[in-house]
């Protein structure tokens, strides 16, 4: 067992929640609760950022004081979190808490005390002048920032919003001293930033120089905020007092720092990428003057973009209403969609379309239509009684290896978990769920039962199909509690004792006499109903190709080999501007390139999610242009079973090499 502390961000308390602070105390939800059951004692914390010019600014337009304008929201954010059933974390911080302002002066005069690898100060008082952006809470230099005519207020290029020029007494802090330090630190360190790619990106960030960071403000321009220990004039920055929150919460600073030294050095920050500098450069050189260590893992997830593909934000005014959406769809969706649809690290689509195909798709027909199929097939055959494994060879005429494959599929879902490929672990369990799927179309139990000599093959179809199930509910667990534990009550089998780290049969059980339906299919009438066109994509009648066969005419051997048929892995995947049905892909076949191929998927497929799958090309199709781009080749699709609009990409249930060809 060992100890982890995993943290979200602390939100800004000038404005009420949305989708972005959601996602990320979703995932941090049931990281947690995923590695509590692994047996991980783990600490998780969320909370408010209360200080600075923007809640000041905030309270001032609500007729308030900052403090009624960050009571008001902080309790806004636990609300919501509450109806979202985000409640298992163990700290709610808040940065007014008179412990923490306690404890971010005790960080600030222990920075203050040492000095920088350099042999400096690490603090010295100066002055500044410059340009700072309230809804960052970040001072801009120059090239992140938009120019307007002679006499305009530059714009902050992230908020498109003017800034406002500081010019006043300052105390800085010597970051420059520690540009050698943080490069060490990511060349050495790799995994305290997730994913690589980010890394490389503070890295160039770092090597470009770094100049000395403003740590306060005079309180005659921003007075809500911790005063600067030995001078009430002057206010800490924000940042300096939010990322203190971290270690402030374990007790730092104070008389007891049990848990700071228990918990500290296994901390996993999640952050949106927005804010990746912070949490890095900032944050790493903070605690490095303050003589603690860095946190183990600063981990960066992307954004939730619009249809039109711009990022969700108060900024831009496309945010998801949090309530009008939980009035729409059931939490356990939207908790699995968010895991699902957005590969972590990378941007993802949200719509209202897309979440409904997702829950019909994975939950209602998949995960929903197995657990219903397979407990009434147990119901209506075996009078309830689960078939016990008595007929291993029945078992394995079926499914070779099947305990073994379950095992496997096990091992590579807690592998991606703990990546945090979050979408890649759900998609491992949901190919469990096709390949049951399948056995009960092929074998048909309803057939079977009518012939009392095939009563093994029917036990050992009902029996894989349950077991599968029952491994797939009680891994998928932490995303969605309620319906699982719903649907372990049905099938009757124990989600708790389960050893998470290998794979073994049940013994006895008896499924329930209920047919309760746990995913009822969502309607897309219903749900799109008085919608709100802002945030709903609006619902387009799909146009597909769709391929003519002759099904009279036979073909020999050699005129299907004519058809080069490959395995190829999707490398990049992405929207094409101005085409609302096409998408990029940049497949790898195996030839020591990517092929760049369009198809149109871009109306049922989010691209982010399509990135690592392993499809079947036609890889001699003589390349064609679209859009003015070079297709080299097509994906092969069939219609879903319940639309003949809707595509389903080929694909493989077994691992396949890239580039192997189909025959
Ligand atoms: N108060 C700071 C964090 C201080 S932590 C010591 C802050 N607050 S915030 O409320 O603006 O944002 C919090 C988080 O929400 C960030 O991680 C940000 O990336 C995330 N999101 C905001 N919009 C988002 C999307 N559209 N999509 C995904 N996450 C997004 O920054």
New binding site residues.
């Given amino acids: 067992m060992g100890y982890r502390y995993l943290t979200t961000?602390?939100?800004?308390a000038n404005g009420h929640p949305?989708?972005?602070?959601l996602?990320?105390t979703t995932v941090a939800d049931i990281l947690a609760l995923h590695w509590r059951r692994c047996g991980d004692e783990t600490l998780l914390l969320t909370g408010t950022?209360e200080h600075g010019i923007n809640i000041q600014r905030a309270a001032e337009s609500a007729g308030r004081t900052p403090q009624e304008q960050v009571d008001e929201i902080s309790s806004s954010f636990r609300r919501t979190f509450d109806e979202f059933g985000l409640n298992r974390f163990d700290i709610f911080m808040r940065t007014t808490d008179p412990r923490h302002v306690a404890g971010a002066q005790q960080f600030w005069k222990r920075i203050a005390a040492g000095v920088s690898p350099k042999g400096n100060p690490n603090i010295y008082k100066g002055h500044y002048e410059g340009w700072f952006c309230a809804p960052c809470?970040a001072f801009k230099s120059d090239d992140e920032l938009l120019k307007r005519d002679d006499g305009e207020v530059p714009l902050c290029i992230d908020h498109e919003r003017p800034v406002d020029r500081v010019s006043e007494e300052s105390y800085f802090f010597r970051l420059s001293d520690y540009q050698e330090f943080l490069i060490d630190v990511l060349e050495n360190q790799p995994e305290r930033i997730q994913p690589e790619a980010r890394r490389n990106e503070v890295l160039s960030f770092v090597r470009r120089g770094l100049q000395d960071l403003s740590i306060s403000r005079e309180t005659r321009s921003v007075s809500w905020g911790i005063p600067v220990p030995g001078d009430s004039s002057h206010v800490m920055y924000v940042?300096l007092d939010?990322?203190s929150?971290?270690i402030t919460a374990l007790g730092y600073g104070s008389d007891d720092e049990t848990i700071l030294n228990s918990h500290w050095e296994n901390a996993v920050h999640l952050?949106?990428?927005?804010?990746l500098r912070?949490?890095t450069v900032y944050w790493w050189a903070f605690l490095s003057a303050a003589g603690l260590s860095l946190p183990k893992t600063v981990y960066s997830?992307?954004?939730?973009?619009d249809s039109k593909g711009r990022?969700?934000?108060k900024t831009l005014g496309n945010v998801v209403d949090l309530t009008d959406l939980k009035g729409r769809f059931p939490v356990e969706s939207i908790r699995y969609f968010l895991l699902r649809d957005m590969v972590f690290g990378q941007d993802g689509n949200f719509g209202y379309l897309n979440l409904i195909e997702r829950t019909n798709a994975d939950l209602a027909n998949g995960l929903g239509n197995l657990s219903s199929r397979t407990l009434s097939m147990i119901q209506k055959y075996c009078d309830g009684v689960v078939p016990k494994v008595r007929d291993d060879v029945a078992i394995a005429a079926l499914w070779p290896d099947f305990e073994k494959g379950l095992d496997d599929v096990r091992s590579r879902f807690l592998a991606s978990f703990d990546r945090f490929q979050f979408s890649q672990a759900l998609e491992e369990l949901w190919t469990l769920i096709r390949r049951a799927d399948l056995l009960i179309s092929d074998n048909k139990p309803w057939v079977l039962a009518k012939s009392p000599e095939k009563r093994a093959e029917l036990e050992a179809v009902l029996r894989i199909s349950w077991e599968t199930l029952r491994w797939v509910i009680t891994l998928v667990y932490p995303v969605m509690p309620v319906s699982c534990t719903k649907l372990s009550g049905l099938l009757g089998f124990d989600l708790v004792s389960p050893n998470l780290l290998q794979v073994s049969l049940a013994s006895d059980s008896r499924v329930s006499e209920s047919s309760e339906i746990v995913f009822p299919r969502l309607i897309k009438e219903e749900i799109m109903s008085e919608s709100n066109a802002n945030v709903a994509p609006s619902i387009e009648e799909a146009a597909t190709e769709t391929i003519q066969t002759n099904s009279s005419e036979f073909i020999t051997i050699d005129d299907f080999l004519k058809v080069q048929l490959r395995i190829g892995e999707i490398k990049v995947a992405e929207r094409i501007p101005n085409a609302d049905k096409l998408l990029r892909f940049e497949v790898d076949l195996g030839e020591g390139r990517n092929r760049q191929i369009l198809a149109g998927l871009a109306e049922y497929y989010n691209p982010e999610s399509l990135i690592g799958r392993k499809v079947v090309v036609v890889a001699n199709l003589k390349p064609r242009k679209m859009r003015g781009l070079e297709s080299e080749g097509m994906i092969c699709a069939a219609s879903l079973e319940d639309s003949d609009d809707n595509p389903a990409i080929a694909t493989f249930l077994e691992h396949v090499n890239i580039g192997a060809r189909l025959k």
Avoid: R
Wanted: aromatic fraction near 22%.
């Fill in positions: 961000p602390i939100y800004y949305h989708l972005g602070h996602y990320t950022d809470a940042w939010a990322l929150n971290y952050v949106g990428k927005d804010i912070f949490h997830h992307g954004m939730w973009l990022k969700m934000g």
